[in-house]
């Protein structure tokens, strides 16, 4: 098993799954009584999408894997020139880094946030949300906008070349093909694009992510 990340999940269950759809509709109630508790607005979860072009080869990772990008983000926000490929024996997730985005900086929206389930949406705020009523599935809000925002961040780390704020066709094109292993920092590129990909149709499309 690993992390399933989606993006237009409600349109996509109405059609295919009445009850999954209804429990997604639970979960967005949550979703709008913490950006409510936060003077934002409400998020109006789109019923009907187009075909949406993914043009990442992963919709889904390892778990493991998100830690790898998590650990190039914190280095990207914090000391890009110390930033160096994960050692082999290494645990990406015990980076001090990593510790220092969780427990001094915490505005880190692709890093504190749930690394299994949860939600973004398209609404830009400045800070991770924490549902104080434990109801909302993660426990954490993010934001769509600031999430791509630290992947656009991130990218010079990872030799992802960008041209007016998204990654180029020739780079998505060679990130799909890579083999694993065939790039120091393959692991990273490939969730980075991923995530980049859900990110980019969410504020796109006013859908939110998920995590699941």
């Given at each position: 098993?690993?992390?399933?990340?989606?993006?237009?999940?409600?349109?996509?269950?109405?059609?295919?799954?009445?009850?999954?759809?209804?429990?997604?509709?639970?979960?967005?109630?949550?979703?709008?009584?913490?950006?409510?508790?936060?003077?934002?607005?409400?998020?109006?979860?789109?019923?009907e999408l187009p075909e949406l072009s993914h043009r990442a080869?992963?919709?889904?990772?390892?778990?493991?894997?998100?830690?790898?990008?998590?650990?190039?983000?914190?280095?990207?926000?914090?000391?890009?020139?110390?930033?160096?490929?994960?050692?082999?024996?290494?645990d990406p997730s015990q980076d001090d880094r990593i510790d220092r985005e969780l427990s001094v900086l915490m505005d880190s929206h692709l890093i504190c946030h749930s690394d299994c389930e949860g939600y973004y949406v398209p609404i830009d705020f400045p800070d991770p949300l924490y549902d104080d009523e434990d109801a909302l599935v993660g426990g954490i809000l993010g934001s769509s906008q600031r999430a791509q925002a630290e992947l656009i961040q991130t990218a010079p780390l990872l030799g992802i070349d960008l041209t007016d704020g998204g990654p180029t066709k020739t780079i998505i094109d060679t990130i799909r093909d890579e083999e694993y292993g065939a790039h120091p920092l393959g692991i990273e590129r490939k969730?980075?694009?991923?995530?980049?990909?859900?990110?980019?149709?969410?504020?796109?499309?006013?859908?939110?992510v998920v995590f699941g």
């Open positions: 098993m690993g992390l399933s990340v989606s993006v237009g999940s409600l349109a996509f269950l109405l059609n295919h799954d009445e009850e999954g759809a209804a429990g997604t509709r639970e979960d967005l109630v949550h979703v709008n009584r913490v950006l409510q508790a936060n003077d934002l607005p409400a998020h109006v979860e789109p019923e080869d992963l919709g889904g990772f390892p778990y493991g894997w998100l830690h790898y990008l998590r650990r190039a983000v914190a280095y990207a926000r914090q000391a890009p020139r110390e930033f160096r490929p994960v050692a082999e024996g290494e969730v980075w694009l991923s995530l980049y990909e859900k990110f980019r149709l969410s504020v796109e499309h006013g859908t939110a």
